[in-house]
């Protein structure tokens, strides 16, 4: 079951004060999935990218220059982050930054070639409205890319996973968030799911549309 979890006015708070120390704290260890996502997006051609929670905008370099990118994000100070380096890369005629809640898309249906969502799920309020909105706005053969941690399938793990998650909410995430509940209730198939980073706690999931 997936249900909303957090509320917006906390994510702002946290993601207010993250944004001082998220390079450092989540740049390097993390990249690994960024970059190899990216890669399975290259891979389908995709031209028009819609990148869920693009944060500080660490992804961007990664990019392919044939990707039109279009940033989206709920804080306006890891926006304000990600527009210096957007600006720094010379990538402003190919990135656009926009803040907005990503489960009420401001794109009309079937806008986006691929929908890339990084390490965002278990933060945002209603994942599964995300997933949702993330189907709707992609065109009808485009892929939708998560790449997140999501509940372990090891009953011990999951049991630890679902205790702490009560608390983790506070420091405004989760562990507790399923994979096949999410994507069946977003209208997503799953094409391939692959563990990724070091250790190997995030998953990167490639869906196409039901």
């Known amino acids: 079951m997936v249900n909303a979890y957090a509320d917006n006015d906390l994510v702002?708070?946290?993601?207010?004060?993250?944004?001082?120390?998220?390079?450092?704290?989540f740049g390097v260890i993390l990249q690994s999935g960024r970059e190899r996502a990216i890669r399975a997006i290259a891979a389908d051609r995709a031209l028009r990218v819609l990148e869920i929670g693009i944060g500080t905008a660490l992804t961007v370099p990664e990019y392919p220059g044939n990707c039109k990118i279009t940033g989206l994000d709920f804080s306006a100070a890891m926006l304000d982050k990600a527009r210096k380096r957007v600006s720094k890369?010379?990538?402003t005629d190919r990135v656009a930054l926009?803040?907005?809640?990503?489960?009420?898309?401001?794109?009309?249906?079937?806008?986006?070639?691929a929908v890339f969502a990084p390490y965002v799920m278990s933060v945002v309020t209603d994942p599964l409205g995300v997933g949702r909105?993330?189907?709707?706005?992609?065109?009808?053969?485009?892929?939708?890319?998560?790449?997140?941690?999501?509940?372990?399938?090891?009953?011990?793990?999951?049991?630890?996973?679902?205790?702490?998650?009560?608390?983790?909410?506070?420091?405004?995430?989760?562990t507790d968030l399923q994979l096949m509940p999410l994507l069946a209730g977003a209208g997503l198939r799953p094409l391939s799911v692959q563990n990724v980073n070091v250790p190997p706690f995030w998953k990167l999931v490639v869906c196409a549309k039901q």
């Open 89 to 91: 890369l010379g990538a």
């Open 98 to 113: 926009v803040q907005a809640d990503a489960a009420d898309l401001p794109f009309p249906d079937g806008y986006f070639d």
């Open 133 to 174: 909105e993330a189907n709707r706005v992609c065109r009808p053969d485009g892929r939708v890319v998560l790449l997140n941690h999501f509940r372990s399938e090891l009953p011990a793990v999951a049991q630890l996973e679902r205790f702490v998650s009560p608390v983790t909410r506070y420091v405004g995430f989760r």
């Open 12 to 25: 702002e708070k946290v993601y207010r004060q993250l944004a001082k120390i998220y390079d450092v704290a």
